[in-house]
């Protein structure tokens, strides 16, 4: 988990110290846009520079390469960006508008995520429940091969049914990073129907329920008006 | 649950030996309004007519009434109305249009039961998770006063919460029975966007997963490329 | 729209020149019900008393009676419920908790009406679209006959189709008021799994787009891989 | 569009005069699992074998090589396997079951495309909408490298835009092929949640739509209840 919220706040509390006027703070963290358009504010009064950038690429980023989404101001991105094409050469770093741009980006970025796992999840789930016995390391292997669905993310799929074909020594319970519901709210606040991205989360949410008091509520009102059985808890 | 399917066909069956032309078979069960067209037309053949009837009032019909929905030739519907009027009074039946017509109104007035019976269940399982220690007898009572979303089924809901507040005694396990299936089916032949329909009837089914299969792919994805932690089964 | 947000703000900032310490000031507005808490706990340092009063029954409340979800001090809704007690007799109000409360149990009351109206209005759709031609207001009038999915909404429903049948003078344009996204955001906050409540929210989003960006980029991205054509803007 | 349906099963009518015992039919489209299963049956009483084989790849097959997915005898497979390997080398062909997998698989594979595109579209609609003035191009240029959603289509995606940043030029109009529904159709046989998926489709369905009844019926009941204004048609 990359740090975010009160642990940055704490650590630009301590640099506050030592930082003089014109000193540049790079913010790689997951934290919310509006933080980071706080943060800007705050330091700007204090002639230090803040730039909010998001960084994507896993833990899988010194590998195979990752990506910088930077926000703030552009001049003082000109200054420090040797820093970053060092970090993540080529086209892998861009300057993407002003203060909490980008983190803004990488938070989209992550609801994208969300919904595109699903949409794998949902589909091997059904291959699991098919009147065939498929093998999903194979279909996971074929599908990564000139498939339009071919991703990085079915190629780490692969890897995992590789390594344990039936998942059975994983339980589907699943966290969510504040990044997906950061989204969904942003969503919300613009108007923007987004049901793969809010679905994706709920179902997250539901893995972590032992019982639904929702499912509780439904089997009870089918017992009143239909007299359908219940069972007992 | 009302009979459909084979039992029909095996009473239609047994019933054909006995039947003589302009005989009338009412179905009035939860017939698939497919199967009700296919036995209307082979039963024409045996000059036997057939009118499917939806009948809805659940386990309370005798009591609150319940009402007819009559699908099949208007002229034998006429025959035989004043065996309909007897049963349900005043605005208690109708004939809704020819052979299926009858069924196919019952199949939607259950999928929109389907609906509204999770939109209560969201709503009281937002109230429990709610920063108040909410009385939800109290609410839905309240609710059932004036409100705009008083209905018949908070009146149940408040009768369940008063058995049992928290619904502590039943397991979050629901069955469905096909008619939800068949409404969601038809919204798909027709090209018909019913989200709250089919996410009714997709928390139906993961409430009757003890684990969830994309649940699991998620948890093993989320740990290849974040390394995020994963549960054991 | 019963008023809510800035317009209370100001409302309060003008009666507090006038009240004195142990007035009690009654908000039966659609206040967001953190406001609610906020504004109780800013008049209580000048001893004056708030109560967030979530009030329900549309503009049908003085004809069909409506109900009062009091939060706050109970001693001071105690001190005041005469008031309650003359507007909604009967089972019409009751305190509900502390501050906040009331806002709060209002707020879910519309979040569950959001869904409940989609539930309906896609079994309408489908009931449009069907192979029959379906006759709405007797199938309305039926279902408010007996029917488990009766209701006050679908009275108003039948109401509706008597008047226009087809709704052919109504655009498919639907406002949302705050109520609906504060519910989902509370469903969010507390990882309540919402789907019906979602997408009753994103159908009303979508309604009000004239095209949409996502559909634009589905059109594109089949256009590319698959060579599926376009339509042009 | 592959061909699937009715030209398949005259195509095979066709052939059944020229074919004799132990020929092979190989059906590379698109036909429903079913059909296929069908056929199979169907063709083995004259002796002669069906292969059915899902092909996926696009357009782009002969540029970037696809893959094939069949179904039938494991023995005839053996015996044509040169074929599919000179079409599809290494990776690129496999059998993965019996009559219909072949199908089935490729149909689940469409149905997973269907949610995965959703998810893109989601993410730059939310970006559109941002308080921001994000380059579209830019961003899938930077989550092509190296990020966790990097894909083909998010190649696909980047490409699209370059060509048209805004998609000024392409209407939000989408169709659908007969796949999305019936994996579908599958997860409703299987009760299979699959929340992505479905809102997949209905978005599809909602992109056709000049007007939606539903939002009519919705538009209709809030002025019943509330007075809330209606756009005339």
């Known amino acids: 988990m990359i740090p975010a919220g009160p642990p940055v706040d704490d650590t630009i509390q301590r640099l506050s110290g030592v930082l003089s006027p014109g000193d540049v703070i790079v913010d790689g963290g997951n934290s919310n846009y509006k933080d980071s358009i706080r943060r800007a504010e705050a330091l700007r009064s204090q002639q230090v520079e803040f730039l909010d950038t998001g960084v994507s690429g896993g833990i899988w980023g010194l590998k195979v390469g990752f990506n910088l989404m930077v926000g703030g101001n552009q001049a003082v991105f000109k200054q420090v960006e040797p820093i970053f094409k060092t970090l993540a050469p080529a086209d892998g770093y861009a300057y993407v508008g002003p203060s909490g741009a980008g983190h803004y980006a990488k938070m989209v970025r992550n609801g994208i995520e969300y919904s595109m796992l699903q949409s794998y999840a949902e589909g091997f789930e059904i291959l699991k429940a098919a009147p065939f016995n498929f093998d999903l390391v194979q279909l996971a292997r074929l599908w990564n091969h000139g498939s339009v669905i071919r991703s990085w993310l079915l190629e780490l ?6 390594r344990d074909p039936q998942l059975a020594h994983i339980k589907g319970y699943v966290e969510d990073s504040g990044e997906g519901r950061w989204t969904l709210e942003e969503a919300l606040a613009h108007a923007v129907p987004t049901p793969a ?3 994706s989360l709920f179902m997250r949410y539901r893995s972590r329920q032992e019982d ?6 439904l089997a009870a009102l089918r017992n009143e008006f239909g007299g359908h059985p219940v069972r007992a808890e």
Do not use: D, G, I, Y
């Open 212 to 217: 639904s008091f929702s499912a509780k509520v």
């Open 157 to 162: 799929a692969q890897a995992a049914f590789e």
């Open 197 to 199: 991205l809010a679905m």
